[in-house]
């Protein structure tokens, strides 16, 4: 091991103690030494300093006690005849600096506390927020479950910049592909990997996971503090154990560090005190070299990477297996485009969303029927478009396997959502027939075409499903007519697959399903299935969930004893209670499965429905996804959704699937179906012929005529004359809230 590099680490050490102990003293003169320090919205204190030393820092004063740990730890200055061997007292020096990173962090709180944009998933770059700081720990649950169930391996903490833009980009698209992380910190000349990836139009913040820590070096520590935090959340490592700490994240986290430009003994400290969890670096420029190998996995500093290598050797180096699967796509593939958004300027053209239908279908079928990997676009494809247009679209896949049902069908259907979002450049929400694709202007430069959306359900169906098919062919409509066909078709279907729960009930079974699936949207979300209570997306029923627990075991659908009732009226049960106390990992202690008013179910986003409170009709109302207009509630659905969509369990509201209202259980504790007294026309009119029936069995044959929708009015003042005139009999019925 260098001499230099020893030198410099510790050195830096030096500095950066002495230059916090600075800025703490002139802080203690200026505020008072009560007060407050804190990262935003976090349990968490100052974490690294927290999970380390176990040290709640809550006030300015408290400051000072990790900050004379830190002194304390840095090692005597290297002379020339020293031949011990460096790594003890350069981790250290390294650990030191850290500390007083953090703590230096920590009083920016308190003298510059607007410098950071909190608690946001992405930066508002034209308001010039670029710069996220530490993460909260609403984005550290729904972020940090993901290095722990394996969907991100780990992070490359970059510091610094590249040559230039486009080399950012590429060195970033690189982790992207592998599904790790990008943390981003500091600059070099004038610029940062972060400035530079703007400038090349790729999209930054936690949803693409390229997130902009901020533009020092210390503001690195907030990619410890995160991983640490993770140790202490999902591992359950005890504050102040600092080992575990540090070996959970050496084990357990992939993470490494990349320095784009020169190491100055500010950085040279930072990169010896990630040694620490066993986080090597690996740099652009001629540093001093730390090979041999001890805490790290490989190497601990390794020099001179050429940037188009820098990817493949830190993967190396920090001992990563990744398993990337090649999907023949002119597009990058993976998790981590899942969240990435096509937003207006960025968008191509796209497809249902309420301008268009878009519908999906998944149909079983004979084995000498299909084609395996076949695809076939019927009609014009994207490459016919003109930027701004929109067209119809129906995604239509027949898979077939021996082992293969019909119940399975809806639960490869509900995979498309997903798989789709993989995609870069391409955004997929809904289901079914409310579907909607979103293909941005960057996809379609890199040539992409509808077939790939063939290819990739097809590669995707292969690999996750291999024990149950063993053919997949995939047919995709773009012309209305045909479209339209398969659309009624599909709705059949759908009908069908939610009338084999019809003649079952709550009561008549033991056994609930959990669905965990939108937990990658909406981490604290749990939706609970039972036969009278879809899930909220209307993709899966009762039935579907046990199917799919079949499939796949270890899965998202579990089954879940309900056990002893607790609330037979507004439907809670002590076996559910505890598993979603589990599953959303203590966020939410229980729920009600037949009531909006009373701790409702929780929500996430791509609910078909979303029903609300109507308090001076003394009743509620519903819209679904596909009604773009205002509602009686003061919201449109997508600011509804947007409110709810993140796992919350909101009084007053509640998501639903289009099919729940019809069923017996929908807010019977609140009175049922009876209460609703508005629904936009599309959805009443697509439910019409089971509303009546529904009314019928009230004892309310005209129900259906009574439930006011737009052409009533939108606000409550402009329908209660209305209902008052129908006579709907949720104005005679107990308050809503009492
Ligand atoms: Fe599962 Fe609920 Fe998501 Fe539907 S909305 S996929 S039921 S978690
Ligand atoms: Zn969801």
């Not at 959970?248 to 990630?274: D, E, P």
Request: charge should be negative; glycine fraction near 10%; aromatic fraction near 10%.
């Amino acid at each position: 091991m260098s001499k230099l590099v020893a030198f410099a680490a510790i050195q830096g050490g030096y500095n950066v103690v002495e230059e916090v102990e600075g800025e703490l003293k002139k802080a203690l003169e200026t505020y008072n030494a009560d007060t407050k320090v804190e990262f935003p919205n976090t349990g968490y204190y100052l974490p690294v300093i927290y999970s380390l030393l176990g040290h709640k820092v809550e006030t300015l004063e408290d400051l000072q006690e990790p900050l004379a740990f830190a002194r304390g730890l840095l090692p005597a200055q290297i002379k020339r005849v020293n031949h011990l061997p460096y790594l003890g007292p350069l981790l250290d020096a390294g650990m030191a600096a850290l500390f007083a990173y953090e703590i230096k962090e920590g009083i920016r709180a308190v003298t510059d506390p607007d410098f950071y944009y909190p608690s946001q998933e992405d930066p508002d770059v034209e308001a010039g927020k670029l710069w996220l700081g530490p993460a909260d720990d609403v984005i550290l649950r729904k972020r940090g479950v993901e290095f722990v169930d394996g969907t991100a391996p780990g992070f490359a903490a970059i510091v610094g910049a590249a040559p230039n833009p486009e080399i950012a980009k590429m060195i970033v698209e690189d982790y992207q592909l592998k599904n790790l992380y990008i943390f981003c910190a500091a600059g070099h000349k004038g610029t940062s990997v972060i400035e530079q990836l703007l400038e090349a139009g790729v999209q930054i913040g936690w949803g693409t996971r390229i997130v902009p820590f901020g533009p020092d070096i210390s503001s690195a520590i907030f990619a410890l503090g995160f991983a640490n935090r993770a140790a202490m959340t999902f591992g359950a490592v005890e504050p102040g154990d600092y080992k575990k700490i540090l070996a959970y994240n050496k084990n357990r986290i992939f993470a490494f560090v990349n320095a784009l430009g020169h190491v100055g003994t500010h950085w040279a400290c930072a990169a010896a005190g990630c040694v620490n969890w066993g986080f090597p670096t690996l740099a652009d420029t001629d540093i001093p070299e730390i090979l041999p190998t001890g805490i790290c996995t490989y190497e601990h500093v390794v020099a001179n990477v050429p940037h188009d290598e820098i990817c493949q050797r830190s993967v190396e180096v920090r001992g990563l297996k990744v398993h990337v699967t090649e999907i023949d796509i002119p597009l990058a593939f993976g998790p981590a485009f899942e969240g990435e958004r096509v937003r207006g300027k960025d968008l191509y053209a796209q497809c249902g969303g309420g301008k268009t239908q878009c519908t999906e279908l998944c149909k079983k079928a004979e084995m000498k029927e299909i084609e395996d990997g076949k695809v076939e676009i019927i009609g014009p494809d994207v490459t016919d478009l003109k930027e701004g247009d929109t067209f119809p679209l129906g995604v239509y896949i027949q898979v077939a396997g021996r082992e293969f049902q019909d119940d399975f069908e809806p639960i490869l259907e509900r995979q498309i959502h997903h798989l789709i979002n993989y995609i870069q450049g391409i955004m997929h929400i809904g289901q079914r027939d409310i579907s909607w694709i979103r293909i941005s202007k960057s996809a379609m430069e890199k040539g992409f075409t509808l077939k790939d959306i063939g290819v990739v359900l097809h590669a995707k169906f292969h690999q996750d499903f291999e024990n149950i098919l063993d053919k997949v062919q995939v047919t995709l409509y773009t012309k209305q007519k045909d479209v339209d066909a398969l659309t009624k078709r599909a709705r059949g279907e759908y009908k069908h697959r939610d009338e084999r729960v019809e003649n079952m009930t709550d009561e008549g079974e033991e056994i609930y399903y959990s669905c965990t699936l939108c937990q990658s949207f909406a981490p604290n979300h749990v939706c609970t299935v039972s036969p009278e209570r879809t899930g909220l997306c209307g993709a899966y029923n009762w039935m579907d969930c046990k199917a799919s627990y079949e499939i796949n075991p270890t899965g998202p659908n579990q089954p879940i004893e309900k056990g002893e009732c607790l609330d037979p009226v507004l439907g809670q049960w002590k076996g559910i209670n505890d598993f979603v106390y589990k599953a959303s990992r203590g966020n939410i202690t229980h729920y009600n499965f037949y009531s909006i008013v009373h701790d409702p179910m929780t929500t996430c986003g791509c609910c078909e429905c979303i029903a609300a409170m109507l308090p001076s009709c003394n009743g509620i109302m519903t819209v679904g996804r596909d009604y773009m207009g205002e509602t009686p509630c003061g919201m449109k659905f997508t600011t509804l959704a947007g409110v709810m969509g993140g796992g919350a369990s909101s009084p007053g509201f509640v998501g639903h699937s289009k099919y729940n209202i019809i069923q017996r259980k929908f807010i019977s504790g609140d009175g049922g179906l009876l209460r609703m007294v508005w629904m936009p026309k599309i959805l009443k009119e697509e439910l019409k012929e089971r509303l009546e029936k529904r009314g019928e069995e009230l004892g309310y044959p005209n129900l259906y005529d009574m439930i006011a929708d737009e052409t009533v009015g939108t606000t409550e003042e402009e329908i209660l004359p209305f209902l008052e005139k129908v006579g709907h009999p949720a104005l005679s019925m107990d308050p809503l809230i009492g």
